[in-house]
């Protein structure tokens, strides 16, 4: 007696991956992309106004742009090989508006662990030095939570999320360690 698929299980096209290794083709195809993403990323960090560059500008406007043709040709045998296997990638699921209020989030996070009370853990944060770094937080903290309400405001987001609530106790914490700190 032949032994009988189950039915979620499909039919295998002749020349056609099995699912394991379907998974592992987009997988790759993205991994990939995301290299080239890399690559641009690195190809237009001229134009960047990032106080902190990482590349060193070593190539022509003529030499990126060729690099840019390859990155296309690249990015076209990528969809054509997923094709092959009648693949498509999957449509973006991500709004561009979550990313940058989390990335936002990111960054409050890295200036709060500038507040003295934690940037102790690197030694003893002398006296004088006390009060100009609660400032640069407070206006550091200002400055983000500014950037996130106007981006909520003018994508009409929630204002009772979990990123707005935080918002004022915090900065009154900084505001009120820094105004400690100036009594001590």
Known sequence: MPELQPETER??????LNEAQ?????????????????????????ES????????????????????????????????????QHMTPEPPDIPVSRSVLTDLGFVDIAVEELMPRHIRGC??????????????VLKLRLLVHSIMHSIR??????QESRF?????????????????SRGR
């Open 11 to 16: 039919t295998r096209q002749p020349g056609e």
């Open 22 to 46: 379907r998974r592992r083709l987009i997988i790759t195809c993205k991994y990939i992309d995301n290299l080239l993403c890399d690559m641009e990323h690195a190809l237009h960090s001229p």
């Open 49 to 84: 106004e990032s106080p902190f560059p990482h590349y060193v500008v070593d190539i022509t406007s003529a030499q990126a742009s060729v690099i840019e043709d390859h990155i296309r040709r690249l990015r076209t045998q990528l969809l054509l090989t997923l094709d092959w």
């Open 123 to 136: 030694g003893a944060v002398p006296e004088d030095a006390v009060n100009g770094l609660n400032e640069v």
């Open 153 to 158: 405001e003018e994508l009409g987001l929630d």
């Open 164 to 180: 707005s609530e935080r918002e004022g106790s915090d900065i009154r914490y900084v505001h009120q360690e820094g105004i400690r």
